[in-house]
């Protein structure tokens, strides 16, 4: 069982791409107002915690293709 506040991890069902992903941690939106990301590769890497305000602005610019193909 994980502790309160503890992050669960995901990536994307579209990250079957060879290994170049990430991890994010939605569930500390509410309890934290960050969203931890981490390279998926080294699950014991260092994480970014990005502001909940900066993550949907991140998301939005990528579907709206403002960063190219990367």
């Known amino acids: 069982m994980k ?4 992050p669960r ?3 994307s069902s579209y990250s079957d791409n ?6 994010v941690a939605a ?7 960050i969203v931890p990301v981490r ?6 890497s260092p994480v970014l915690a990005v502001h ?3 993550f949907s602005s991140f998301v939005d610019g990528l579907k709206a293709g403002q960063f190219g193909t990367v």
């Open 9 to 11: 991890w995901f990536k």
């Open 39 to 44: 390279d998926s590769k080294l699950p014991n």
């Open 27 to 33: 569930d500390l939106v509410a309890v934290r107002g």
């Open 52 to 54: 909940t305000d900066a």
């Open 3 to 6: 502790a309160a506040g503890s």
């Open 18 to 23: 060879g290994g170049a992903c990430i991890e």
